[in-house]
């Protein structure tokens, strides 16, 4: 059997639509208390979430500690958890009296240090599953491989074969912003699933050129993460001081948020639902997993199950 030839596993078709990203959890950009962390994943499995992405990137392990946390007691079998390999945590602890300069608010008590060694991608997984306090995960990603792919596709990407040719883990994939990288990593035939952040969105269809494509030629299904592009699109009415690809938004780029934001409500839609449904239109794409640093702002975020008008999408298209 050729690699392309195996089927997709069952895990990708029991995610859901929607899934929660966990970086907020790390303290991405601001700092929430660990209730308030508890309280966004119940009120995300209120609403019937039961996709959990997370990374030992998202705030130094704290978003794996605090994910693990809140979803212990639930039942195992009812959720899928995601986290990622690629970027090893190390003590730093003459950083401990610094905050991280990754944009997480914690302390610099540990640093990241790149490892897509088959040695490196057991030692990421082993950690993740000690923080999380889970004997497993259901899918591991090669987290931002672009500027290692050597190393991630010949020695990372064989070890989580490996995991999941032994059952540690039902599915495997690459999750990165860079669209190059998920292309190479799609095309070696090895991989189930593939995550892109902030490629496939009402602001930059970038993925739609050649690697969604790409994910249909080789059964591989696709998360859209990253879909406000940082949070230009989270809001009715973008602004100054809105953030977009994780860093303030020029000026042209939210004249551009505001000219949608403008066509959606002449359809009396707000923008942030358009930009959550929009990559759910396209075939290669299973699930969106949607960041949330605040429990109030869940309510209204997964509850889109009413399709939008075809007139704003054909607007919104063109």
Do not use: Q
């Amino acid at each position: 059997m050729t690699p392309d030839a195996r089927p997709r596993p069952d895990i990708l078709s029991t995610m859901g639509r929607w899934g929660l990203g966990t970086g907020p959890l790390g303290n991405l950009f601001a700092a929430i208390d660990d209730d308030e962390a508890r309280r966004i994943v119940d009120a995300t499995w209120d609403r019937g979430v039961r996709m959990f992405d997370t990374a030992p990137h998202y705030g130094l392990g704290l978003a794996e500690r605090r994910l693990g946390d809140a979803l212990r007691d639930r039942p195992r079998a009812e959720y899928v958890v995601s986290t990622k390999v690629g970027r090893l945590l190390v003590p730093n602890p003459e950083g401990a009296s610094r905050r991280d300069s990754a944009g997480f608010d914690v302390p610099a008590d540990l640093v990241r240090r790149w490892d897509f060694s088959a040695r490196g991608v057991h030692e990421s997984w082993e950690r993740s599953l000690e923080r999380l306090g889970l004997d497993a995960v259901d899918i591991l990603y090669l987290h931002d491989p672009e500027d290692h792919l050597d190393a991630a596709v010949n020695e990372a990407l064989p070890a989580l074969a490996e995991l999941r040719e032994a059952g540690h883990v039902s599915a495997i994939g690459i999750g990165t912003t860079n669209v190059a990288a998920a292309i190479a990593v799609v095309e070696t035939g090895l991989v189930d699933v593939a995550m892109i952040a902030g490629r496939y969105t009402l602001l930059d269809r970038t993925a739609a050129e050649r690697l969604l494509p790409a994910a249909l030629d080789h059964d591989v299904a696709v998360v859209a993460a990253g879909v406000y592009n940082s949070g230009i699109l989270a809001t009715a009415r973008p602004g100054p001081g809105s953030y977009y690809d994780y860093a303030p938004a020029p000026a042209e780029v939210i004249a551009r948020a505001a000219r949608l934001a403008e066509v959606c409500a002449a359809h009396g839609v707000e923008l942030p639902r358009a930009a959550r449904a929009f990559a759910l239109r396209h075939p290669a794409v299973v699930s969106v997993v949607l960041g949330i640093g605040d429990p109030s702002f869940v309510p209204g975020t997964f509850d889109d199950d009413e399709p939008l008008p075809e007139a704003l999408w054909a607007e919104l298209d063109a």
